[in-house]
Structures are given as structure tokens and as C-alpha cells.
């Protein structure tokens, strides 16, 4: 099998689809064969990424709908049979920004926020989408969490829980639906050089003076790097693989020289 169609027949539905990990996702899918639904709280970034999709001579679909919604994680699945017939592999992407804050001191209001973004949507979405995978003969979940969701992290006390349970209910969806041909695993990317990284940071040059040292690769990671990690999965090359978390976090993890260092808010 060549490169340019390991997803070939795959039908893909990406949450967060608008932003650099999720558009990055959805265009390397596209490129290797997959139909591809991009789908975005950001009516114009999902259309953007679709646009281009197209333009490149693949086939996607554009839904603003935000995912945390039960009403609007159906309709998600739905237009996405209606328009390609089955449904093969889901992605969730999106996450919540939440500021640094002592539980104490963190608002109910942020706390549920992280929550319904950041898991309760990937909870629905799976909901809605699981029967139709197993109906289309099997396929794969794929599950972005963080490396945050590994470690204790000071002052991040939502976001890492919240990555932490995707990394677990990844593991028990894998459980639960091995029978039925579909694999689940979760990716933990390390400090990827997005938009929250400008709105944390101001730009990308201070964020990856500021997060690269963390890394033992000594730089913050690219959304291209993450959507390799997510075709691997997605496809038949990672067949004896369920129940997984793939760190891609530059050594994050396994170089832990700066973190006595790290100052207020830590690592993102």
C-alpha cells in the first residue's frame, strides 16, 4: 500500500477540525485518501480548512456545531451519514483555555467549562458515533489529550483532569468495543505551537524560548507532527494497537530538569 492511500475508504469526522491540530488532522487525512468532516465551533476555520481540502482535490464536509451540545453532537454524526454514507474514524480535538488558578480559587462556571469541552464532548460525540463505526464493519477513535494529563501540573488543576479522563476513557472505550472491530487510543501531544500559544504567550518566539527548554528536544512541537501520530492511528499500520496513549512530546515526560524551575503557572 502506498502512502497516499493508507486512509483510502476511510470516512473521517474531526471535532475541532477549525483549529491547527484539528485542521492539520483533517488535511494530512484527506491527503492520504480519507472523505474528511470538518467540524468547528468557528463556522469560518471549519469552512477554511474544507475549502482547502477541496481545493486540493479532496472531499470534505464543513458543520459548525459545538460538540459539548447533545442536540448538536447527534447532528454532527447525522450530517455526516447523510453526506458520505459511514462513518470509519473520529477524532476529538477540542480543549477549553482555562486560567491558571488554585482549585480555591477556580470559578464553578471554568471548572464545568474544561469539563464540557474538553471531555463531556468527546463523551457524546463517541455516544453518537460508535454505532455507526460498528456498522460500517469497524474502525478507530482517536482521543487528543496531553502530557499534562500525566503529571501533577501546578495551577492546572482542569485542564490536566480533564486530559487525564480522556486518557482513560479511551482505555475503557477500547475495552468495550474491541469486539465490534473498533479501535480506541488517545494521543498526548507536548506544548504545540498553536493559537492558545500566542494567547498565553504573545508570540511564538517567547513561547518557545519560555516551553522549548522543557522538551528534550529542546522546541515546542508543530500540528503537523501530532497529525502524523494520527494517521498512524487511523490506519492499518497501527492494527495491534487499542487501548494506547502515543506521547508525542518531544521528551517532555522523560526530561524533567527544568521542573523545579518552571515558575507560576508551569507547563502548558
Not at 31 to 37: D, H, R, Y
Not at 48 to 56: D, G, P, Q, S, T
Not at 146 to 175: D, N
Not at 178 to 197: L, M
Request: proline share 3%; glycine share 12%; with cysteine.
Amino acid at each position: 500500500m502506498s502512502r497516499v492511500d493508507v486512509l483510502e475508504g476511510a470516512v473521517a469526522l474531526i471535532t475541532g477540525g477549525g483549529g491547527e491540530i484539528g485542521g492539520s488532522i483533517a488535511r494530512r487525512f484527506a491527503s492520504e485518501g480519507a472523505k474528511v468532516v470538518i467540524s468547528d465551533i468557528r463556522k469560518d476555520a471549519c469552512d477554511a480548512v474544507a475549502a482547502e481540502i477541496v481545493a486540493n482535490g479532496g472531499e470534505a464536509l464543513s458543520l459548525e456545531a459545538d460538540s459539548s451540545r447533545p442536540d448538536q453532537a447527534q447532528r454532527i454524526v447525522e450530517e455526516t451519514i447523510k453526506r458520505f454514507g459511514k462513518l470509519t474514524t473520529y477524532v476529538n480535538t477540542p480543549a477549553s483555555t482555562t486560567p491558571d488558578s488554585l482549585v480555591e480559587n477556580l470559578s464553578f462556571e471554568l471548572w464545568n467549562e474544561a469539563l464540557a469541552v474538553n471531555l463531556s464532548g468527546a463523551f457524546l460525540m463517541c455516544k453518537y458515533a460508535i454505532p455507526h463505526i460498528r456498522e460500517s464493519g469497524g474502525g478507530t477513535i482517536i482521543l487528543i489529550a496531553s502530557q499534562l494529563g500525566q503529571i501533577g501540573v501546578p495551577l492546572r488543576a482542569a485542564y490536566s483532569t480533564t486530559k487525564a479522563a480522556l486518557i482513560q476513557l479511551a482505555k475503557c472505550l477500547a475495552v468495550d468495543h474491541a469486539s465490534d472491530n473498533i479501535r480506541v487510543n488517545s494521543i498526548s501531544p507536548g506544548s504545540v505551537d498553536t493559537r492558545r500559544t500566542l494567547r498565553r504567550y504573545g508570540t511564538r518566539e517567547v513561547a518557545n524560548k519560555a516551553r522549548g527548554p522543557f522538551h528534550l528536544l529542546g522546541r515546542t512541537g508543530r500540528a503537523d507532527e501530532i497529525a502524523a501520530g494520527a494517521v498512524f492511528l487511523a490506519s492499518e499500520e497501527s492494527s495491534f494497537m487499542t487501548g494506547a496513549d502515543l506521547l508525542l512530546d518531544g521528551g517532555y515526560l522523560a526530561f524533567k530538569g527544568l521542573q523545579r524551575s518552571e515558575g507560576p503557572g508551569g507547563p502548558s
